[in-house]
């Protein structure tokens, strides 16, 4: 009675009778889960004034879980208006599936904190980036640790993986770094001839090349290329078994995960760098020869000779140490972000790419406060 | 439900001559069954026997060495690749592990498959989501991530994630495992619930022996050793008139 109409979409589906304080709601034909099906919101108002409500169905052919929606929203309704729901009219089925809802009461749904302003949202970002050097400090300290027990036989890794990462980081990456390193020779000798060649000193390619390549460009292009390669298969391999809790289970044989993870592939990138260095420049300058002979016409042992006088001893140390230190802290940054990894695979994608770039970011902060120390030193 | 009924016996999956095998080493050879429309069908099998590569063959992850699986009447391996999209849709899947999508909640793991194959308004779509994890007992976990739950209520979610379509098949892979005894009562309620209103034919991996006898109808118990099906039919008469292997794992052990 006085019941609003329905709307013409639904009227196949729903039914309402009975008296304001105790309507009846029928569903009958097709319930099936489309767009178009009946919503308990909708006719909410028309229940305002209810004491009591009944449920049940009519030449109902068939129904699906949008009809147990709807009598969820009911019941969910009623019961928080303190009203009584009479559903012996309906099918077994439905009365069965509606219990199975209500089975298990809901804990009160978590609140999600309110997104932060923009203001707040740089500040979270500073006080985050801000908190990230003493844990990067913390974890520096735990492998100074753990380099402690390895020297002294105390650590606890595997021999067979420790092989596999130091074939990974080495002879593994020699393609890339030959390719890279004869460009960047060449451009290198490219630049400097087109100059020097002005002067008719074509000849000094060789000095430029040697020095520049084995001093500074080798360890900056193999630095680079492990931070892409190496440091971010470091944050991913890490970071999965962080997800996996395969590290919380290292950690309950009480095996360190330092000890175990870390430190292996710190140390195979520190041995690595340094030879992969060594191989860069001199590709590097082979490069530069190459060039030097085919394009400029420099001869081949005036090359020779010349390379061989510019090229000190220091020049070569300087190289290697900070190729080493790149690889240290490419390594560093790798297996910290494994190991701060969250536990979605997501989060190994951001700690992955969050590797690259602090990797990158610690190279050239190094690359200039070696460069001034250096140069302070006269070396 | 009476669409059910009338179409009761039915066959909806066959499973014709089928040879499983990783690489030359075959798993299981010679699988031949049916499954009626409305069937709660239960795979049997000691652990390793191939019974989670039987179900990724019939649901279209791996194509099977030999043989083939046919979904009302329609050989699945040789459709076209849209037509078995388009019967993919129709399954829903509990996967071993849960394999819900760590990177987001439990509301955005069930809706999505809601959000891809459906029209339905947002608003709809959050309800339904609801809907399902109440069903599954997990009402008010809407906006929590995977790594939030536990191991049995994972496996919970991942039920909703393959009831979210109202599919009609539904595929578990051992759906009861981490689940306490009560929790596995009400799983068994569910199943019986969704073969009865929605019609859906059920196949499940399980090890639960008064899961198996309280809701299955047919079942088919693959061998490690023979590398084949041993017995094939209803469990409870299995457990009385079986070969003895199959008679000894239904009374675990005790026969
Ligand atoms: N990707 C794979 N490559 C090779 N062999 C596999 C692969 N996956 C599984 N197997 C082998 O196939 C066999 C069957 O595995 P499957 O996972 O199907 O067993 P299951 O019956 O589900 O066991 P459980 O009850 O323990 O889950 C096992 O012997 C396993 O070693
Ligand atoms: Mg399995």
Known sequence: ?379 | MSAAQSKQAAPHIEIRNLTMAYGDYVIQRDLDFTINRGDIFVIMGGSGCGKSTLLRQMIGLVRPAKGTVLYDGVDYWAASPAQQVQRQRGFGILFQAGALWSSLTLAENVALPLQEFTTLAPDLIDEIVSLKLSLVGLGGFEQFYPSEISGGMKKRAGLARAMALDPEILFFDEPSAGLDPLSSRRLDDLILELRDSLGATVVLVTHELPSIFAIANNSVFLDADTRTMIAYGDPRELAEHGVEKVRTFLKRGAA
């Not at chain 1, 020297?151 to 020699?174: H, K, M, Q, S």
């Not at chain 1, 391999?237 to 809790?245: L, P, R, S």
Request: aromatic share 8%; net charge neutral; glycine share 10%.
């Open chain 1, 1 to 379: 009675m006085n019941f609003d109409e329905l709307p013409p979409d639904w009227r196949g589906q729903l039914a309402i009778d009975g008296s304001a304080e105790q309507p009846c709601l029928w569903l009958r034909g097709a319930w099936e889960l489309r767009d178009d099906v009946p919503r308990y919101a909708a006719i909410a108002p028309q229940l305002a004034n209810a004491r009591r409500v009944s449920v049940g169905a009519r030449d109902l052919e068939r129904w699906d879980s949008s009809a147990v929606n709807f009598l969820a929203a009911v019941v969910r309704d009623a019961r928080a208006r303190n009203i009584e729901v009479d559903q012996s009219a309906l099918p077994d089925g439905l009365r069965r599936m509606l219990a199975l809802v209500f089975a298990v009461p809901a804990p009160p749904p978590r609140a999600t904190p309110p997104a932060p302003g923009m203001l707040a949202g740089v500040g979270l970002a500073v006080l985050h980036a801000w908190r990230d050097w003493p844990a990067m400090i913390e974890f520096a300290g735990e492998i100074i640790l753990s380099l402690g027990r390895f020297v002294t036989g105390r650590a606890r890794y595997r021999r067979g993986d420790f092989a596999y990462l130091i074939e990974e980081v080495g002879p593994r990456a020699l393609p890339i770094v030959s390719l890279i390193s004869f460009l960047v020779g060449t451009i290198l000798a490219y630049m400097g001839a087109v100059q020097l060649a002005l002067f008719g000193a074509s000849i000094y390619i060789a000095d430029l090349v040697g020095i520049g390549v084995v001093r500074e460009v080798a360890a900056l292009m193999t630095g680079i290329i492990l931070a892409g390669r190496t440091g971010a298969a470091y944050a991913a391999q890490i970071g999965t078994m962080q997800v996996n809790e395969e590290i919380d289970a290292l950690r309950t044989l009480g095996v360190s995960p330092i000890d175990y993870l870390v430190l292996p592939r710190m140390l195979a990138l520190i041995f690595m760098v340094p030879v992969l260095t060594l191989y860069a420049g001199i590709v590097g300058i082979l490069a530069g020869m190459t060039i030097a002979v085919l394009v400029f016409d420099v001869g081949f042992y005036e090359y020779y000779n010349e390379t061989l006088s510019a090229l000190e001893l220091k020049h070569f140390a300087v190289g290697l140490i900070k190729g080493t230190v790149y690889g240290g802290l490419v390594a560093f940054a790798g297996c910290l972000r494994g190991m701060q990894c969250g536990r979605s695979a997501q989060a190994v994608g951001e700690s992955t790419t969050s590797a690259v770039v602090l990797g990158i970011l610690l190279i050239t902060i190094s690359a200039s406060i070696l460069t001034i120390v250096f140069q302070k030193l006269g070396i």
